[in-house]
């Protein structure tokens, strides 16, 4: 805590008060003695007895609210006495206090749920977000929120997060009856016959590109006591084969081949699913794959080019993904401002999310209150509170001259009526 030029200003105006409120005190001594003297030589008559009895109640009452003002602060007139300079001396108490009573007062769940309910977050934020120009504000800080996070993250971190977590899920899940079963509704579906149509095309078509290749293969591999002419034959009639072959697949939708493929895809489905040494041999193809540095690489690849694009987009105004973040949110606005359902569910979710926060952490925001006034030096954090609200506590001096006048009066007047 500092005691700033702002707080000079206002201990300015504590002393014109103190100036005043002592003013007070020697105007009701004046007439004190004025009275007393009037009285001693009969020159006031019988008034003089009761301005002298209200002015010395006036003088009592200014001195005893002097000693309670000042005793806040510091000890009256220097003098050791006992619970005097409360604030330098009981600051560290006053701080805890303080700490307890925000605790209990202000950051119970009930009091919490009830002031957040009775704002009505929901409707309040719907009709907010209706307006176009909080969305575009909305919209942009929270892409510059996200520009900054992907900026400042470092891509090491990120994919060794992401690698251990990809690991850690496929090393603690088997993975072959999930295949199985998403290959058997594939096969099931028809889906991989465009898979099919696409490698007999691609056969066909390198067949026909590489013809002189595959004769050369088969001719390649015929016995040495053939003749060369023979050989030559036979890999023609052996491409030629392949080729007719392969067109036939392409071309015929209920081709024999094609039903030994599906047969095979299903069996393999379902080996997959129950066989215990096919799907060794997946886990352990799995390990294999996952062991390997050009999985890291690859998400290496994959995180730097998925941040640049988020980055670039986050940037863009015009971007898609800033456009429909922003119809997200105006969407989400209108729906909220009119449904009442939608306005209780994000009550509910504020109420839970901030009662969670002050029941868990109540004790460190407690805690706060508490160090911060301890660490106050206690002389300065007297001088502060007394330049904020010393001014109020000198009328309390000049409330008690009056008072204490006034309450003289009466008394003097009862008692000189009763005897």
């Known amino acids: 805590m500092t005691y700033s030029p702002a707080d000079e200003l206002k201990q300015q105006g504590v002393r014109r008060m103190k100036l005043i409120a002592t003013g007070f005190l020697l105007a009701a001594t004046v007439v004190y003695v004025l009275a007393k003297w009037a009285e001693s030589s009969g ?33 009256p007139l220097g003098l050791p006495i006992p619970h005097t300079a409360i604030i330098p001396t ?9 700490g307890d009573f925000v605790g ?26 209706e307006v176009p120009e909080h969305v575009d504000r909305v919209t942009e800080q929270a892409a510059a929120a996200l520009r900054g996070t992907l900026t400042v993250l470092r891509d090491s971190d ?35 016959r465009a898979v099919v149509d696409l490698v007999c095309a691609r056969a066909h078509d390198w067949l026909i590109e590489h ?43 209920e081709h024999p081949a094609r039903g030994a493929v599906d047969r095979f895809l299903r069996d393999f489905a379902t080996e997959l699913q129950s066989d215990p040494d096919t799907r060794g041999r997946v ?18 690849s994959a995180w730097g ?29 209108a729906r909220m401002a009119v449904d009442a359902r939608l306005q209780e569910k994000m009550d509910g979710w504020l109420e839970d999310a901030a009662t969670y926060v002050v029941t868990t952490y109540r004790d460190e925001i407690t805690s706060l209150i508490t160090d911060t006034i301890a660490g106050w030096d206690a002389d300065q954090t007297s001088r ?31 008692s000189r009526l009763v005897s």
């Open 283 to 300: 886990e352990r193809l799995k390990k294999d794959v996952l062991a390997r540095g050009e999985v890291q690489e690859l998400i290496e």
């Open 384 to 414: 502060k509170i007394e330049a904020n609200v010393g001014r109020d506590l000198q009328f309390i001096r000049i409330n008690g001259t009056v008072v204490g006048a006034l309450a003289g009066l009466v008394i003097y007047t009862v």
């Open 211 to 253: 013809g002189a290749s595959v004769m050369d293969a088969v001719q390649g591999g015929a016995p040495g006591w053939t003749p060369r002419f023979i050989d030559r034959r036979v890999g023609e009639r052996v491409y030629k084969e392949l080729v007719r072959f392969t067109a036939e697949i392409r071309d015929m939708p």
């Open 305 to 333: 080019a998925v941040r640049g694009m988020v980055v670039a987009a986050a940037g863009d105004e015009r971007s898609e993904l800033r456009l429909r973040a922003r119809a997200s949110l105006m969407s989400l606005g």
């Open 90 to 98: 009981k600051k560290d108490v006053l701080g805890r206090t303080l």
């Open 104 to 129: 209990e007062n202000f950051l119970s769940e009930a009091v919490v749920r009830a002031r957040l309910r009775a704002v009505g977050i929901g409707a309040r934020l719907g009709a907010w977000l």
């Open 43 to 75: 020159a006031g008559g019988a008034w003089a007895g009761y301005v002298a009895a209200a002015a010395e109640a006036g003088m009592v009452g200014a001195l005893a609210d002097w000693f309670a003002v000042t005793a806040l602060f510091r000890r």
């Open 158 to 192: 990120v994919q060794a997060i992401v690698g251990e977590a990809i690991s850690r899920r496929a090393e603690a899940q088997e993975i072959a009856p999930g295949l199985g079963r998403m290959l058997e509704r594939i096969v099931a579906d028809q889906g991989h």
